[in-house]
């Protein structure tokens, strides 16, 4: 059962700022499912994370690709995020033919994974849920709980 939860309204605007207080209430925590309605802003929302981290790398929906990773520096060394999409998966056994598994495993990186619901059966360890909700063309809620 969820124990926290952060609630932010925000528009594109305010995005940074949003991605900013998100990380810092959460990113003890290394993986982060982002659900929510095509369209809602999960990729827009973690390439703002990405960029406040300062992810060099090119960042993109892992839509085809199923997993991207990125790199950032932290306190001297190099960082790894796995950004994963799930929309495609059938089903729990597809990701981990896939090695989802193995990045939801590397307890030194980070994870973000979009439609998490897809294979919930994944997530083993702790994770913060982060659902974004549309209000309207340019207003935004996000929901996060840690769990």
Known sequence: MPHEALQISYTLSDLPAAAHQLWQWAHPMRVFAFSG???AGKTTFIHAIC????VQDAVSSPTFAL???????S????????HMDWYRLRDADEAVDAGMDDALGDTAAWCFIEWPE?????FMSAYVEVRLETVDEYNRILVATKN
């Open 37 to 39: 309605s095509l369209g």
């Open 75 to 82: 306190d001297g060394h190099e960082e790894t995020i796995y």
């Open 51 to 54: 960029d406040m981290l300062g």
């Open 118 to 122: 897809k294979a919930p059966e994944l």
């Open 67 to 73: 997993i991207n990773e990125y790199r950032f520096p």
